[in-house]
């Protein structure tokens, strides 16, 4: 049985840590805010080398907090690729906006900078680059459309906790970067949680008012804002999990140099390729064939699990139904139809990538 992510194995191995991160906050009664809140965010503005995190309630609102926080003219275009996960277009849509789909690139899946030049409009207010399954976006091309057209960047990093470009961790490139710790991510609470970083003091501070009702101090509420907290125990258990992130993303890294070794050459097969430059911390490995639905049965069948992230674009969800792309072509409209996410987690070896990828290629015939 070769599981697909395997928390329980992870806590096993950090038990005593986590029990004893727990226990001193039940001791304490502070279940919101208080000191382990602080302790967090201080601790992961430092790993992700951000002037401020603001720890929220989970990915979602870290991504429409970050949003609000930018102070847009209502109505905006904000561009966001055609691949996501739908709380990227959605935080766009619940805070006033108006959702622009991009196209991926063909090689690495994240926002295909030519795409992005013919989607920019005088109403585009905002791009957020999505770092998908771990892989950071090409900042560098982004950022040249975006800065002279005063165009703001948020970075999702919901699934990039600890990726680098050009040896700088992704959130504080652009404008804002929002995370999720969502349990099966990079780093994962036990619970929801989320957190944005920034280095503007202003876009911190707006933050920081937006999910805590409008104020700083208690009853001093300068405008409506909302509730969004990430909890103690959630954050008591982030501190308790943070300083093993990088030894399970050298573990994922390991396990995605193992299947790429393995699978080379498959021709039935297309591997994920990395762009130069960056620390691409393997959220997710992902493969493309065109007899994907055969070859997740043939591998269930021998106990392996596979996940597809995600199997209908963005635009052509339902959701999206009377949305003016709805029936655009994209290129990301077909490979929602062969992308295969192979197990992946500080739960492998590479050993296990090679037992897995040795199974994809028998399946396939290669
Ligand atoms: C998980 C995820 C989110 C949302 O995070 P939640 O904590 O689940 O709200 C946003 N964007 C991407 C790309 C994600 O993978």
């Known amino acids: 049985m070769t599981k697909f992510l395997d928390l329980r194995d992870q806590y096993a191995r950090i038990r005593a840590d986590v029990d004893a991160a727990i226990t001193s906050v039940l001791d304490s009664a ?53 691949n996501s996960f739908i709380a990227t277009s959605e935080a766009v849509s619940r805070s006033g906006h108006r959702v622009v789909f991009c196209d991926c690139d063909a090689a690495t899946y994240t926002l295909d900078p030519d795409d992005l030049a013919r989607r920019i409009t005088d109403r585009t207010a905002a791009v957020i680059a999505v770092h998908l399954y771990g892989q950071p976006c090409d900042m560098d091309a982004i950022l040249a459309q975006t800065g002279p057209r005063g165009i703001r960047v948020i970075e999702d ?9 050009h040896g700088r961790r992704v959130g ?74 990088d030894e399970w993303t050298e573990r994922r890294i390991a396990v995605a140099d193992a299947y790429d070794e393995a699978l080379a050459g498959a021709k039935a097969i297309v591997r994920p390729a990395r762009a130069r430059g960056v620390r691409h911390v393997y959220h997710l490995y992902v493969i493309r064939t065109s007899r994907r639905e055969d070859l997740r049965a043939a591998l269930a069948a021998r106990g392996i699990e596979t996940g597809v992230h995600y199997p209908v674009a963005l635009p052509k969800l339902q959701a999206y139904a009377s949305h003016p792309q709805n029936a655009e072509q994209f290129r990301a409209g ?33």
């Not at 382990?36 to 080398?49: C, D, H, L, T």
């Not at 990093?157 to 470009?165: D, I, L, N, V």
């Not at 590479?350 to 897995?356: E, F, P, W």
């Open 30 to 82: 502070t279940f919101v805010g208080g000191a382990p809140v602080k302790a967090f965010e201080s601790a992961f503005a430092a790993y992700q080398g951000a002037r401020h995190c603001v720890a929220v309630g989970n990915g979602t609102d870290a991504i429409e907090i970050a949003i609000e926080a930018l102070e847009l003219p209502p109505g905006s275009e904000i561009i966001v690729p055609a």
């Open 157 to 165: 990093c919901a699934q990039a906790h600890g990726a680098e470009y």
């Open 172 to 245: 504080a490139i652009g404008d804002v970067g929002a995370f999720s710790f969502y349990p099966g991510k990079n780093l994962g609470a036990y619970g929801d949680g989320g957190a944005l970083v920034t280095n503007d003091d202003g876009i911190a501070q707006r933050a920081r008012m937006i999910a805590n009702h409008g104020r700083l101090a208690k009853y001093d509420h300068a405008f409506e804002g909302r509730n969004s907290r990430l909890d103690t125990l959630q954050a008591a258990i982030l501190l308790a999990k943070l300083p093993h992130l």
């Open 334 to 366: 077909k490979y929602d139809g062969e992308v295969l996410s192979l197990p992946m987690g500080d739960h492998l070896t590479a050993a296990d990538a090679r037992a897995v990828a040795a199974a994809v290629r028998e399946i396939v015939g290669e």
